[in-house]
Nanobody, 123 residues
Framework: QVQLVESGGGLVQAGGSLRLSCAAS????????MGWFRQAPGKEREFVAA????????AAANSMKGRFTISRDNAKNTVYLQMNSLKPEDTAVYYC????????????????WGQGTQVTVSS
């Protein structure tokens, strides 16, 4: 079992930055990966980024490349999402996720989900 605890959401003005954190407890070896999805009101969950624990390989949604960066701290079992140049359309609940699977882009591939943290970007 893996448990995920998120932190770092909040309210920020457009153009500002936020860093989300997610600490994992449980086995992080093998093909373990962590990432982030987001869901805005009335919209489907959207892949943001993911990182493979063993080698640090990352994947990110094209629309967020250059603004969002995912990283990890293996010693702390923590993944981070640095979000810069935030836009009002980035407003959503951001979910930390984890998987031992090989596919990273679809929510159905993730067995473990955090409780979600609200990010609100004002214009």
């Amino acid at each position: 079992q893996v448990q995920l605890v998120e932190s770092g959401g909040g309210l920020v003005q457009a153009g500002g930055s936020l860093r989300l954190s997610c600490a994992a407890s449980g086995r992080t070896s093998g093909s373990f990966a962590m990432g982030w999805f987001r869901q805005a009101p009335g919209k489907e969950r959207e892949f943001v980024a993911a990182i493979r624990w063993s080698n640090g390989n990352t994947a990110a949604a094209n629309s967020m490349k250059g603004r969002f960066t995912i990283s990890r701290d293996n010693a702390k079992n923590t993944v981070y999402l640095q979000m810069n140049s935030l836009k009002p359309e980035d407003t959503a609940v951001y979910y930390c996720v984890a998987t031992y699977g090989s596919v990273l882009y679809f929510p159905s591939e993730y067995d473990y989900w955090g409780q979600g943290t609200q990010v609100t970007v004002s214009s």
